[in-house]
């Protein structure tokens, strides 16, 4: 699958339970990391962990597994890595925090309509 499509896919599993503010950095012409950034934000610990859920399901269902994830289910970020596209799933207050929009802005913000 391409990562603009993993990408997609992965906007649409968070949109489905409802995450926050979700935004895809293309960051493929400032790291060899990956592809694209996608960062969402939940409300609640529960919300957190019902996004990460929905990403690794739906995903899994495409034929794409995660790599690595780090953080836990009591984090407040948890990362995500399919290769390619690497997904940042935080609470409110930590997003804030981090900042990864900025730290990032070398990349181009894409519009979810743009995947």
């Known amino acids: 699958m391409e990562s603009r499509e993993k990408a997609k896919l992965a906007v649409q599993a968070l949109e489905d339970k409802k995450g926050i503010d979700i935004t895809v950095i293309d960051i ?3 790291s060899v990391m990956a592809d694209y950034f996608v960062i969402a934000s939940g409300g609640s610990p529960n919300q ?9 399901e739906t995903l899994g269902r495409a034929g794409e597994n995660c790599k690595a994830v780090e953080g ?6 948890i ?11 935080f609470d409110r207050e930590n997003r804030l925090f981090y900042d990864l929009e900025r730290i990032w802005k070398d990349g181009k913000q894409i ?5």
């Open 72 to 77: 836990h289910r009591e984090s407040s970020w």
């Open 48 to 56: 957190v962990q019902a996004l990460i859920d929905n990403v690794d």
């Open 28 to 30: 493929s012409e400032v």
């Open 79 to 89: 990362l995500m890595d399919f290769g390619d596209v690497i997904i940042h799933i």
């Open 111 to 115: 519009s979810k309509e743009d995947l």
